[in-house]
């Protein structure tokens, strides 16, 4: 539900003119919405945007001189309020990565039908992140990325050798075993991991190693035993 009761103020940044005319268009017809700002290019728009101040900018990514990110920033850093939602057809997810680092508050895909840029508007002023669904997996495959760098980051070599014989169902004689320490410090080690995880059992340290990263149960390397010394032997 739009919260605004006055008319929503949108900029527009694209730098296809045909585009840009049907996206005036679809905003002024939209009843609460109002252009009042339109450029074809990203100089253009930093120098009328601040003086126009608009709550919502459309902002595309393909533009002459000034790219659509570097806009974002600079238009950010000026209109701290202002949404910015990105409206282009780069997919990549460095792009997507790359606009919502820079501030954009969502990012849709253009599609031949540009009627979904309204409901768009109307979604990021009453709070919301509008995304394709494409993008949103994206972000969400970026997200689950992070957080697999983050455990790594988090854990010693030897704490993820120790989830890894985890993940093989091994229990603390058999790690001690294979990885040549003793039951004691499989303990200590489990300790850390527990805590730094955030998790209380070793089920459920499995489950979140294992839904952060791209192993499956039994994808642990192979530690070999160590040899015991011969009887006998000097």
């Not at 039908?113 to 972000?139: C, F, N, W, Y």
């Not at 989830?163 to 303990?187: F, H, P, Q, W, Y």
Request: charged fraction near 20%; glycine fraction near 8%; aromatic fraction near 4%.
């Amino acid at each position: 539900m739009n919260l605004f009761r006055t008319p929503i103020h949108v900029g527009i940044v694209e730098s296809n003119r045909g585009i840009l005319s049907e996206l005036q268009q679809l905003i002024n017809e939209a009843g609460n919405l109002r252009c009042v700002c339109a450029s074809t290019s990203g100089e253009d728009a930093l120098e009328r945007i601040p003086q126009a101040r608009p709550h919502v900018v459309i902002m595309g990514l393909g533009l002459a001189g000034i790219c659509g990110i570097e806009c974002t920033v600079r238009l950010k850093r000026i209109l701290r309020e202002t949404q910015v939602l990105i409206y282009s057809s780069q997919s990549a997810e460095q792009s997507v990565s790359r606009a919502f680092q820079a501030g954009a508050g969502g990012y849709l895909l253009k599609h031949r039908d540009h009627s979904a840029i309204v409901q768009g508007v109307l979604d990021l002023v009453d709070g919301g992140a509008p995304m394709t669904g494409e993008v949103a997996r994206k972000v969400v495959q970026s997200l689950w990325r992070t957080e697999a760098r983050s455990l790594s980051d988090l854990l010693t070599p030897r704490e993820e050798e120790i989830l890894g014989c985890l993940t093989s169902g091994l229990v603390n004689k058999e790690i001690g075993d294979r990885l040549a320490v003793s039951c004691d410090t499989v303990r200590y080690h489990l300790k850390n991991i527990y805590a730094k995880l955030s998790v209380r059992t070793r089920t459920e340290a499995v489950v979140k190693y294992l839904s952060s990263t791209d192993r499956h149960p039994g994808d642990a390397e192979v530690y070999p035993l160590p040899l015991s010394p011969l009887i006998g032997s000097k």
